[in-house]
């Protein structure tokens, strides 16, 4: 019985160490940011995320948008976020996924939380934002986007929340344009994105 057990535990174990969370590295031109991802919860969002870690699609890619509530004056429900990714380059984007909501992962969009960013539900692809403090208007059901769907979380930020709060401080283009009014002078550079487990 006790050796049944301490096989079991043994299997659990090793079970638990090779699906754990991914960890991953973003050096940025403002410093270090980790990332742990949650493939058991959000796998579709996850693997995408990881294909364009492993192809080093991200290197060279920035932070661009900073949504604070100094910027956002045309919308009444109010976030906090950094958004990075691609941008524009179709060269370097991959197909769109289908969407993983907070209703279906049980993620929720808190302090530090890693989101896939979209347009309609179905859109996402390499864009991504990471929350400052909770934001419970990007969940499912939310009413940041009309369409209730809300976005797909599927990790948060271990280490280097000091800069993403740095970044989102950055200075952006005053404007009657709320896109614009958003988006960074200055945009931080992702050099790399690599996994380090």
């Known amino acids: ?17 090779i699906a754990g969370a991914q960890r991953i590295r973003l050096d940025t031109e403002a410093g270090t940011i980790e990332l742990e991802l949650y493939a058991s919860k959000a796998p579709i969002t996850v693997a995408n995320f ?4 492993d ?3 991200y290197d060279g890619a920035t932070f661009y948008r900073v949504v604070r509530p100094d910027n956002q004056a045309n919308n009444p429900i109010k976030i906090d976020v950094i958004q990075g990714g ?22 929720k969009h808190l302090d530090g939380t890693l989101s896939m960013a979209r347009g309609k539900p179905g859109s996402g692809s390499s864009e991504f934002f990471i929350c400052i403090n909770d934001q419970p208007e ?14 797909a979380a599927f990790g948060r930020v271990v280490k280097g929340m000091n800069v993403v709060r740095k970044i989102q401080k950055g200075q952006t283009a ?12 200055n945009p931080v550079m992702i050099r ?5 487990r």
């Open 1 to 17: 019985m006790m050796k049944r057990y301490l096989l079991t535990t043994l299997n659990l174990f090793l079970f638990f160490s």
């Open 50 to 53: 990881l294909r364009y870690v």
């Open 55 to 57: 192809d080093k699609r």
């Open 86 to 107: 691609l941008r524009n380059d179709s060269l370097r984007e991959l197909p769109p996924i289908s969407q993983e909501t907070t209703q279906r992962s049980g993620l």
């Open 138 to 151: 990007l969940d499912f059901g939310g009413k940041r986007n009309p369409d209730g769907q809300g976005f």
């Open 174 to 185: 005053p404007s009657a344009n709320a896109a614009t009014s958003q988006m960074l002078k």
């Open 192 to 196: 790399t994105a690599r996994r380090i």
